[in-house]
């Protein structure tokens, strides 16, 4: 069965046309991206199974063209189309950084410590920094559970070159309010502290937050 047309005036173009862009929901702003539905599903239904599916905008920020291709019915023209728009944001974020004066690093260090101190998962934190330690970017690169989340190293690496980053500091919180660095938490650090250093970029510091404060794990 075809998808059922959906009517003229509820159609995200041209509301975004007739409304303007901030009319819009994140579920129309993707449909106007993907632009046609496909199998048994109309755009919407595609655009809510992605949004679902990779854990909203920040998850979806995150997603690989493998990741999107493998998804039934998107084809590479609309993965390339997903993957550019975000690719934009990403440069548009970085770019207001720079005209904001390079903020701190460690005012974001700070700023983050706040945000994630009553978060139930654990969230990892990269801010990118360059030559003379100002602030270039930032990604919040994954979340996980209590115990831990997982670290994809290569999209770390990758947004590092890609945004010209000299250094980088790490920082994850623990939802249980410990400020004490594991076993784990070591290993990342050096694990990472070793591939940055191949392509000449250093690991300034990694810090754990919890309740709103911080603390360095070292990175020797």
């Known amino acids: 069965m075809a998808p059922l047309a959906i009517p003229q005036s509820e159609r995200p173009r041209e509301r975004l046309l007739s409304q303007g862009p901030g009319a819009l929901s994140l579920r129309e702003l993707l ?22 599916d990779f854990g909203g905008l920040e998850g979806l920020a995150r997603v690989t063209a493998a990741e999107l291709l493998a998804v039934k019915g998107l ?9 550019a728009a975000l690719e934009l944001a990403r440069r548009l974020r970085a770019e207001a950084l720079r005209e904001e004066g390079s903020p701190s690093w460690r005012g974001r260090l700070a700023w983050w410590a706040s945000e994630l101190a009553d978060e139930s998962r654990e969230y990892v934190v990269a801010l990118f920094l360059d030559g ?39 920082l994850h919180n623990h939802p249980d309010g410990s400020l ?36 360095p794990l070292g990175t020797d």
Do not use: P, W
């Not at 109309?42 to 949004?51: Q, Y």
């Open 31 to 52: 449909a106007i991206l993907l632009r046609t539905g496909c199998c048994d599903r109309d755009v919407f239904t595609v655009a809510e199974g992605l949004l679902r």
């Open 75 to 83: 084809g590479e023209a609309k993965t390339a189309t997903l993957l």
């Open 132 to 170: 003379r330690e100002r602030l270039l970017g930032e990604e919040r690169l994954s979340y996980g559970g209590l115990n831990g989340a997982y670290v994809d190293m290569s999209f770390l690496l990758r947004r590092a070159v890609r945004i010209g980053a000299e250094g980088v500091v790490l």
């Open 180 to 215: 004490a660095g594991s076993a784990d938490d070591q290993a990342l650090t050096l694990a990472l502290k070793r591939r940055l250093a191949l392509l000449d970029m250093q690991l300034l510091e990694h810090f754990v937050v919890a309740g709103g404060a911080y603390r």
